[in-house]
């Protein structure tokens, strides 16, 4: 394939991922030399907790062409996924209500961004026949150094709150990959660093989560503990979680990027009532069926019943005291796994001492 070949199809790739409902997409070679030493100290400091998948195969996601043979270039796509009329800030500043983290609400991204990707990649393998095309799609699915590829790939600089962002979209979107062996024409990074004196994510986060480096102590982030952890959630942290039943958003609802950043347009992506703002009464009031049918086919559904009635103790024990809470937390109780019955009481404790002081 010469050269002419290969930017042409850059071109038709770049056509058929607008077609597809990504925003952008870029290009990368898989050299991640410069970005190996601070994810490699990121796990020896142990900030990964228990996520250890991601202490696994480190050599493959340094190494893209480890993971499939014969990988030169990666190809990264950005989606937008902002719902629309979610109002964030009013549901997280509602002690009543569980805020669920707004990329949970519509269907789970997974699926919907590997559908589309694995597209793109079909029709890529379809122009390049008979070229021997070897190709993988991932969106979070695998080790790929995602964010270090994003931003190689010139979509935006990694924040002081670790995630990507970028000029015109803030960093409301998901990200995902296709590693191909076509050499295709490589973007260049674009954005240089635009936190500049901005330190507003570090000063929200509700449990000092934000490391100085851009990185995240995982074990303290409310969106590990509610999600990924699922043990008992440290004591210690459990007042600062508040009212976010199923991860956080803080460090992107107050980054000044995100002011004006878009919303999607993706019927996939928009919420499920009563997802995005129903009250901590109703949503602990669900069996385990209720919780079943209304997360089937959300990331939601990957914590399970157990995490869900877990994380809704807490914040219950957040909530301002009613009668009605105690009297859902105490009716639960002799039904409940020794994890959930252990929050359930923490909780009773915390509004019954809260009534206490009334
Ligand atoms: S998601 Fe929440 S807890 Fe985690 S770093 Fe951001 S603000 Fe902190
Ligand atoms: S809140 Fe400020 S420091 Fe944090 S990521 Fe956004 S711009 Fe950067």
């Known amino acids: 394939m010469n050269i002419a070949d290969l930017e042409s199809l850059k071109q038709m790739l770049i056509d058929w991922t607008l077609e597809q409902g990504f925003q952008d997409v870029r290009i990368t070679d898989t050299n991640l030399s410069e970005h190996a030493p601070r994810y490699q100290s990121w796990l020896s400091a142990g900030y990964h907790g228990d996520m250890g998948y991601l202490a696994r195969n480190v050599d493959k996601r340094l190494h893209p062409e480890r993971l499939v043979?014969?990988?030169?270039?990666?190809?990264?796509?950005?989606?937008?996924?902002?719902?629309?009329?979610?109002?964030?800030?009013?549901?997280?500043?509602?002690?009543?209500?569980?805020?669920?983290?707004?990329?949970?609400?519509?269907?789970?991204?997974?699926?919907?961004?590997?559908?589309?990707?694995?597209?793109?990649?079909?029709?890529?393998n379809e122009a390049v026949r008979p070229f021997d095309h070897r190709y993988r799609a991932f969106t979070d699915s695998a080790p790929v150094l995602e964010k270090a590829l994003s931003v190689k790939a010139g979509h935006g600089w990694v924040g002081r709150n670790s995630l990507v962002l970028n000029e015109k979209a803030g960093s409301w979107f998901f990200l995902g990959e296709i590693y191909t062996n076509l050499p295709l024409p490589v973007d260049e990074p674009q954005q240089t660093d635009r936190c500049g004196a901005c330190k507003a994510c570090l000063n929200v986060c509700p449990t000092d989560a934000i490391l100085d480096n851009r990185t995240i102590d995982a074990r303290r982030c409310i969106s590990y503990l509610t999600i990924e952890n699922k043990g008992p959630i440290?004591?210690?942290?459990?007042?600062?979680?508040?009212?976010?039943?199923?991860?956080?958003?803080?460090?992107?609802?107050?980054?000044?990027?995100?002011?004006d950043a878009p919303t999607t347009r993706e019927t996939d992506f928009q919420p499920r009532p009563p997802l995005f703002d129903a009250s901590l009464e109703t949503l602990f009031s669900w069996s385990e069926d209720e919780?079943?049918?209304?997360?089937?086919?959300?990331?939601?559904?990957r914590i399970g019943y157990e995490q869900w009635q877990r994380n809704i103790a807490v914040a219950m024990g957040n909530a301002p005291f009613s009668?009605?809470?105690?009297?859902?937390?105490?009716?639960?109780?002799?039904?409940v796994s020794p994890l959930v019955a252990e929050h359930i009481r923490w909780a009773l404790d915390q509004l019954l001492s809260k009534n206490a002081e009334r």
């Open 69 to 124: 043979e014969e990988t030169c270039r990666v190809i990264v796509a950005r989606m937008d996924y902002l719902p629309a009329d979610t109002q964030p800030l009013q549901v997280l500043e509602d002690p009543e209500c569980g805020y669920i983290s707004r990329y949970a609400t519509g269907r789970d991204y997974h699926k919907v961004v590997r559908r589309r990707l694995a597209r793109i990649a079909d029709r890529l």
């Open 291 to 301: 919780f079943n049918r209304a997360t089937e086919g959300t990331a939601m559904r």
């Open 323 to 335: 009668q009605a809470k105690v009297d859902a937390l105490n009716a639960r109780l002799p039904h």
């Open 234 to 259: 440290p004591e210690t942290l459990r007042g600062a979680i508040g009212n976010r039943i199923y991860g956080c958003d803080d460090c992107q609802l107050y980054c000044p990027w995100n002011r």
